[in-house]
């Protein structure tokens, strides 16, 4: 043991309290740290929150308008909206946004937020459009973890596969049973080396227009069945 | 320790991605292609820089005791900061990065140069060690990202148009024209090996480096003998 230490540990035999002390100015020292850092943090989330709420805001206009045409629709999406129940129809397991469209006042589409559990790696996460006359407006991929390379033709960034198939579709077009990809017997192209993913698409889709058809009524009757916001 | 020697130790002798291997979590999570490896490592290099020169000014008043609790409140206070600014004032880019930002928190390089060098050193040198192995990790994040994109997709620098707006989408080189993909180097082994292979190819680099100066030193003496 060296010299050094020795003084220390008589040191802090002599003098039981500094201890005490240190420890408390070693809490200190931190406590104010978390203090400085905490304030720090306040002043930056205050300073930008709004910015970042509106930003978020255009990014998901954006991303609607991408399924749903500007013209089919003259309301703010974003504040015709009402939650689908928590409960599997769509996919979800939590409570989800739907939005609504309507031109001149009449219910012209609605915008689901679904998901598809049944991925080749987990949940794909979906935007559908269907318009009032139950035809798909468009959907589109918001978040998957599909293969890059293989599965991933799902998302618009890689190919316009979900364009060419869904665009158009509805249940009249295409019968219930029709509603695979053609490997099972159905009318929907799939590329070779990944099928699992189309196929999961495919039936979410397939579900949201079944969904649709049930729900219909109850989707643009304001305050009925569903929850309004 | 001047800035030289700083500099060459972070980008060559102590790389922190190829030496110190620190950090492997973004390494070989992220660098599937150049442009997410050069993204992440740049945003590395920048939080070091500001953690490094955050730490080195207030290292006298931190009680060894806590100095890691206090060290890691600061990186995650930095990078949430540097998130929150850049959601709001950079908000497409912060959508392609946003997913990587909280990554550097974990990043244990970070805390490895604030506690191996800023606690030891004045606020400039600290600054320009934290910015320079940063800037080491990025580079080698680029060159192993290039790698695995080259191998599996056969193109160079795809998806810099998110990063820069779809101006720079003809930037997108095709190495490789109708190249059908080699997965498994975008895959998470294709990062493994890429990064043996890098760290193999630099092994060999300073080997044949201290070869050459072993060959080299006696030679002037031979030809003095004779």
Known sequence: MSEDQLNQDKASEDKPVSIWSHAFSTAGVMIGFCIVGTVLLAYTHLKTSDLIASSEKQAKLALLSQVLPPALHDNNLLQDTFKVPAGGELGNSDETFAYRGRLGGKPSAVIFEAIAPDGYSGDIKLLIAIKADGEIAGVRVLAHKETPGLGDYIDIAHSDWIKKNFDGQSLIKTKDELWKVKKDGGSFDYMAGATITPRAVVKVVHKALQYYAQHQQQIFAAGSGLKEK | ?226
């Open chain 2, 1 to 226: 320790m001047d800035s030289k020697e700083i500099i060459s130790n972070s980008l060559w002798k102590q790389n922190s991605g190829l030496v110190q291997l620190l950090g492997m979590c973004p390494t070989l999570a992220v660098t599937s292609s150049v442009v997410n490896g050069l993204s992440l490592g740049l945003l590395t290099a920048i939080v070091m820089a500001f953690s490094n020169a955050s730490v080195s000014p207030i290292r006298k008043l931190v009680p060894t005791e806590i100095r890691i609790p206090v060290f890691i409140l600061i990186i995650a206070a930095l990078v949430t900061i540097i998130d929150l600014g850049m959601h709001a004032y950079f908000h497409a880019l912060h959508a392609v990065l946003g997913i990587f930002i909280p990554l550097i928190v974990t990043n244990c390089i970070v805390l490895a140069r604030v506690e191996a060098f800023a606690a030891k050193n004045p606020i400039a040198p600290s600054a320009l060690d934290g910015f320079m192995m940063g800037f080491g990790l990025a580079l080698v994040l680029s060159v192993l990202g290039g790698m695995r994109e080259l191998i599996g997709k056969g193109t160079l620098l795809s998806g810099i148009d998110l990063a820069l707006g779809p101006a720079a989408k003809h930037w997108v080189i095709t190495v490789i024209p109708d190249y059908h993909g080699f997965l498994l180097a975008i895959l998470p082994p294709g990062a493994f090996i890429g990064l043996a292979l890098l760290i193999a190819g630099k092994n060999w680099l300073d080997n044949r480096q201290a070869s050459n100066d072993l060959q080299g030193t006696p030679k002037p003496a031979l030809a003095a003998g004779h």
